[in-house]
Antibody, heavy 120, light 107 residues
Framework: EVQLQQSGAELVKPGASVKLSCKTS????????MSWLKQMPGQNIEWIGN????????GYNQKFKGKATLTVDKSSSTAYMDLSSLTSEDSAVYFC?????????????WGQGTLVTVSS | DIQMTQSPASLSASLGETVSIECLAS??????LAWYQQKSGKSPQLLIY???RLQDGVPSRFSGSGSGTRYSLKISGMQPEDEADYFC?????????FGSGTKLEIK
């Protein structure tokens, strides 16, 4: 069974950084892309970018370049997202999501989400 | 970026009623469209991909159709468990983009 287990909620101060994790199981991590998405309260979903588990190759939404950095640790089948220079606009739920091998962009599997709250 | 205009923003339906949700893409997306259901406080769940293919395990009362720039999701016979938010998503071009969502409630 494919599972994506995300790290717990974060309360961070403005200007700080935070690193979110997405630990996977039930499939061959290096064969799939992992995407990260943002959902602000009551708002629609934004795609941040994706990373290939095999070689760490990344693709970003231009809007999030400089804000988000995606990495993977193949040894632990875990994907990470660093968010930097946090502001109130970064307060949101962040999801990791995996698609199919033939189309990585239809998200059949999702983590449970990590709530990030930016507040002093 | 491809803009996905979803309508209506909210919808109220009686049990057993058939409902439709529309998504209009700002350019042709060649059936590279998915629909998701998101219940309150939960992660989205994939319902439909490639515009009309039903994801495994999704009830057959859900169906998708469309082509070019216009796509729709139909629920044939509203059930209590269908009360949720629904989103469309294009996977034709990066960056991937989503519709603004439709809140579906039981009347």
């Amino acid at each position: 069974e494919v599972q994506l287990q995300q790290s717990g909620a974060e309360l961070v101060k403005p200007g700080a950084s935070v690193k979110l994790s997405c630990k996977t199981s039930g499939y061959t991590f290096s064969n799939y892309y992992m995407s990260w998405l943002k959902q602000m309260p009551g708002q629609n979903i934004e795609w941040i970018g994706n990373i290939y588990g095999g070689n760490g190759g990344t693709g970003y939404n231009q809007k999030f370049k400089g804000k988000a950095t995606l990495t993977v640790d193949k040894s632990s089948s875990t994907a990470y997202m660093d968010l930097s220079s946090l502001t109130s606009e970064d307060s949101a739920v962040y999801f990791c999501a995996r698609g199919y091998r033939y189309n990585p962009n239809w998200f059949a599997y999702w983590g449970q989400g990590t709530l990030v709250t930016v507040s002093s | 970026d491809i803009q996905m205009t979803q309508s209506p923003a909210s919808l109220s339906a009686s049990l057993g009623e058939t409902v439709s949700i529309e998504c209009l893409a700002s350019e042709g997306i060649s059936n590279d469209l998915a629909w998701y259901q998101q219940k309150s406080g939960k992660s989205p769940q994939l319902l439909i991909y490639a515009a009309s293919r039903l994801q495994d395990g999704v009830p057959s009362r859900f169906s998708g159709s469309g082509s070019g720039t216009r796509y729709s999701l139909k629920i044939s016979g509203m059930q209590p468990e269908d009360e949720a938010d629904y989103f469309c998503q294009q996977s034709y071009k990066y960056p991937l983009t989503f519709g603004s969502g439709t809140k579906l409630e039981i009347k």
